[in-house]
C-alpha cells in the first residue's frame, strides 16, 4: 500500500490499497487461527507492558497482539491485571484521514474478580471487599472530548456491593438533588441489595438503570415493590462524566 502524509498536521492526505471493512478483526476467528496470524502475517507483533496508569488507575501486565496496516490498528486480544482482578478484550482503531475528530475506534472488554475496596478509596476494606464482574462494549468517533467525541455502547455491572453502589450514586449525584438516585440510596439503606447495573450510552447521555432485590428481613417486610424490580436513573450527560475524569486526573 502507499499512503502520502501531511508531516505538518500529521494527517494521512491519500491511501491506496485495500481497506478492511470497520468493526474489527473476528475475535472467534482470530483466535482459532492465531499461530498462522502471527507467523504468516508480517503485520501482527506482540505487545507487552508491565504498567499503566490510565486517569490514577493502575494496569499492569498488559499483554496484547497488535496489527498496524494501512490506516487500522487492531488489538484482537489482550489481557491485564487491574486491582486483584483481570481484563480481556478487543479494541480496534480506524484513524481515517488521520485527524482526531475522524478516528473511529471500538472496545469490547470483560472484567473478572475486580476487587471493589481497591477501585474506590472511600470504601475500606474492612467495610465491604467486594468482586465486581463488569461487561462493556463501547464504539466512539473522535478522541478528544473537549474537540469532539460521539459515544455509544453500553456497560453491564455484576457482583456489585452496597457500599459501592451508594459511593457511586454519592459522586454522580454530590448534591443530593436528584430524586431517582437518592431514593435508590434510601432503599440501600433499608437493605435493598444491588444485583445488576445496566448503562446504555447514547445521543451523548448514559442512561443508567439498577436492579435490585430485597436483601435484609427488614426489607422483605416492606410492602414496597418496585416495577420490573429496576430503577432507571434520571439521564446524566456524558460531558459531567468527562469533567469529573479530567478533575480527578489532575
Known amino acids: 500500500f502507499v499512503e502520502a502524509i501531511d508531516l505538518v498536521s500529521g494527517n494521512i ?3 491506496k490499497g485495500k481497506k478492511e471493512q470497520r468493526g474489527g478483526i473476528n475475535k472467534y476467528f482470530y483466535d482459532v487461527f492465531r499461530p498462522y496470524y502471527l507467523t504468516e502475517q508480517s503485520h501482527f507483533s506482540t505487545l507487552t507492558i ?6 490514577n488507575y493502575l494496569i499492569e501486565n498488559f499483554r496484547s497482539d497488535l496489527s498496524i496496516r494501512n490506516e487500522k490498528i487492531e488489538i ?6 487491574i486491582y486483584g482482578g483481570n481484563i480481556s478484550g478487543q479494541i480496534s482503531v480506524d ?3 488521520g485527524s482526531p475528530q475522524n478516528t473511529q475506534w471500538m472496545v469490547k472488554a470483560n472484567i473478572a474478580r475486580l476487587n471493589s475496596s481497591l477501585l474506590l478509596q472511600t470504601v475500606r476494606a474492612e467495610e465491604e471487599s467486594a468482586e465486581l464482574d ?13 474537540e469532539f467525541l460521539e459515544l455509544s455502547g453500553f456497560l453491564y455491572v455484576t457482583k456489585i456491593g452496597v457500599k459501592f453502589t451508594d459511593n457511586m450514586l454519592q ?4 448534591r443530593q438533588t436528584d430524586k431517582s438516585i437518592q431514593d435508590t440510596r434510601r432503599l440501600l439503606k433499608w437493605g435493598y441489595k444491588p444485583k445488576l447495573i445496566s448503562v446504555e450510552i447514547k445521543h451523548d447521555n448514559l442512561y443508567p438503570t439498577i436492579h435490585l432485590v430485597k436483601g435484609s428481613i427488614f426489607a422483605k417486610l416492606i410492602p414496597l415493590n418496585l416495577s420490573g424490580g429496576k430503577i432507571e436513573l434520571a439521564r446524566i450527560p456524558l460531558r459531567i462524566l468527562f469533567s469529573s475524569i479530567e478533575t480527578s486526573s489532575e
Open 134 to 146: 463488569m461487561t462493556l462494549e463501547l464504539h466512539g468517533n473522535g478522541v478528544d472530548p473537549a
Open 13 to 15: 492526505i491519500s491511501s
Open 95 to 97: 484513524l481515517g484521514d
Open 76 to 81: 484482537p486480544n489482550f489481557r491485564a491485571d
Open 50 to 55: 508491565k504498567s499503566i496508569s490510565v486517569l
Open 171 to 174: 459522586s454522580l449525584d454530590p
